[in-house]
């Protein structure tokens, strides 16, 4: 008598996964129903689904959208941090760099915005906001501090890539507003470096302000904020009160370009041409003083 194993009938066969032929797949696709290997399968609300029909769902869900048109940014504010670290690692480096290399290359000064003395560096206007001072570690300490209040407010709100746009305008608008407000510099003169992120600091709480009272929302305190700190400005010696004005307006124009545009399909485009008139107008500033302060032929 013969006991031997019967045949598998065709319906028994092993499901395999499309993806990765060779290998078993017991657990099926809870949207397509096809068969996931362990490393095709993605956790949802209810059971798996397969890494295809996954991606197709990134594909055609639309992107959540803040109020100001941005791409919603979601979670941790990245933006705001990496902000806070690109401006503590520059930090570190003042201190190891010998020579005083960092300060001496990227500190703004007004002649460093004219041609005319023989160092147009106008880059400066910008990589000094992520300098500061050595002398006083509350420098860089209290302008992180609110960075990072600003940051997780506004960032959500505005997106990701319109807050980077602002914040950097307004590191931009303090160092003019700083070459504006300065007596000219004089051939001879001792230069004198300025550093720090108050007057993109300061764009962020002029940006606050516009968003603020957008949204109809009571900005009695940011007005508080806003005439505390000014005055500190005006009676700490050393304080480039000139950056915290010319950051402020910068970042309430700009804001206000994010904010005050009509919503619709081409919200992004217009909102991007007024940033760029932002900045020609900082551009326009810089040279106009420049050619109001030549020195004579």
Not at 104 to 124: C, I, L, S, V
Request: hydrophobic share 50%; glycine share 10%; net charge positive.
């Amino acid at each position: 008598m013969s006991y031997g194993i019967p045949a598998a009938e065709p319906s028994a066969e092993i499901p395999v996964c499309p993806r990765h032929p060779d290998r078993p797949a017991y657990v099926r696709c809870q949207r397509c129903g096809r068969p996931a290997c362990p490393d095709c399968q993605r956790a949802a609300a209810v059971g798996f689904q397969c890494v295809d029909c996954v991606n197709e769902t990134k594909r055609t869900t639309p992107t959540a959208r803040s109020v100001y048109g941005g791409a919603a940014a979601l979670g941790k504010p990245l933006a705001t941090f990496g902000i806070i670290a690109a401006c503590v690692l520059v930090y570190v480096l003042q201190w190891i760099v010998p020579n005083d290399g960092i300060y001496q290359n990227f500190a703004f000064a007004t002649p460093y915005a004219n041609p005319a003395y023989g160092a147009f560096e106008p880059w400066r206007m910008l990589t000094s906001a992520f300098l500061h001072s050595q002398g006083f570690i509350l420098h860089i300490v209290l302008n992180m501090y609110m960075l990072w209040m600003f940051g997780q407010a506004l960032e959500p709100l505005l997106g990701r890539v319109r807050f980077l746009a602002l914040y950097l305008l307004s590191a931009v608008g303090g160092s003019v507003g700083y070459l504006l407000l300065t007596p000219a510099y004089a051939p001879g003169q001792e230069v004198s470096g300025v550093v720090g992120a108050s007057g993109a600091i300061f764009g962020l709480f002029g940006a606050m302000l516009v968003v603020q009272r957008h949204r109809g929302g009571d900005t009695r305190q940011l007005w508080v904020l806003i005439a505390i700190n000014g005055v500190i400005g005006f009676v700490i010696p050393q304080i480039a009160w000139q950056a915290h004005l010319g950051g402020l307006i910068t970042g309430a124009l700009s804001a206000a370009v994010i904010a005050y545009v009509p919503r619709g399909r081409r919200q992004g485009l217009l909102q991007a041409a007024g940033l760029a008139v932002v900045l020609c107008l900082l551009i326009a500033a810089t040279a106009v003083h420049a050619a109001a302060t030549a020195l004579p032929a």
